[in-house]
Structure formats: C-alpha cells, structure tokens
Nanobody, 121 residues
Framework: QVQLVESGGGLVQAGGSLTLSCAAS????????MGWFRQAPGKEREFVVA???????HYADSVKGRFTISRDNAKNTIYLQMNSLKPEDTAVYYC???????????????WGQGTQVTVSS
C-alpha cells in the first residue's frame, strides 16, 4: 500500500500561483509514476499532469506552459507548481500513483484525499 497526502491548496486570485505537494508513505515510492488529477463540481475527474520515476512528464493541453510537475524521490514527494491560475482551474486536486503513465484515472492504483484549489476572478 502507498499512502498519499496532498497539501498546499487554497484560495488565490486569477493570475496568481500555488504549489501543491503530495507526500507518499508506506510501500516504496520507487518506480511509481505519479499523477495529478482534478475534479470540479459536477464534472468528471480529469488528468492534469504525470511524471515517471525517471522524470519524464506529460501535461494536459489546458495546463501546458502554466503548471510544472517535479518530484523528489529522496523525500518521496511530488510537487505541482501552478502559475497564471484561471477560475477554470478551480477544482479538488488529487495525487495518484500508478505503474504506467496514463491520462486515465483507472490506471492509477493509489489516490490521495484531495486538496481544494479555488481561483477567484
């Protein structure tokens, strides 16, 4: 089992920045691809970005150029730097761990509890 705990969410004005963190514990973090997903009220959970163990990344078009994912394998932690935030970025953001890099939530085995990000206009 891998336990994931997100932090760093909050309220920010449009154009502002936030950094989310996801700390992993339990079974080894080693080898897992880590992803960020988000879910707005009344909408399906959507892929945001993922990073492989070796640092390869894949971004959703909607966040490309604004969001940056990184990981510190020594600290079992990944980060999501979010810049130029827009009201449409408002959602609960979830961290997930899986074996392969995928945009599909069902391909991820472990999930955090989520952290709320609210962007005001």
């Amino acid at each position: 089992q891998v336990q994931l705990v997100e932090s760093g969410g909050g309220l920010v004005q449009a154009g502002g920045s936030l950094t989310l963190s996801c700390a992993a514990s339990g079974r080894t973090f080693s080898g897992y691809t880590m992803g960020w997903f988000r879910q707005a009220p009344g909408k399906e959970r959507e892929f945001v970005v993922a990073i492989t163990w070796s640092g390869g990344t894949h971004y959703a078009d909607s966040v490309k150029g604004r969001f940056t994912i990184s990981r510190d394998n020594a600290k079992n932690t990944i980060y999501l730097q979010m810049n130029s935030l827009k009201p449409e970025d408002t959602a609960v953001y979830y961290c997930a761990a899986g074996v392969v890099l995928s945009e599909l939530p069902r391909r991820y085995d472990y999930w955090g509890q989520g952290t709320q990000v609210t962007v005001s206009s």
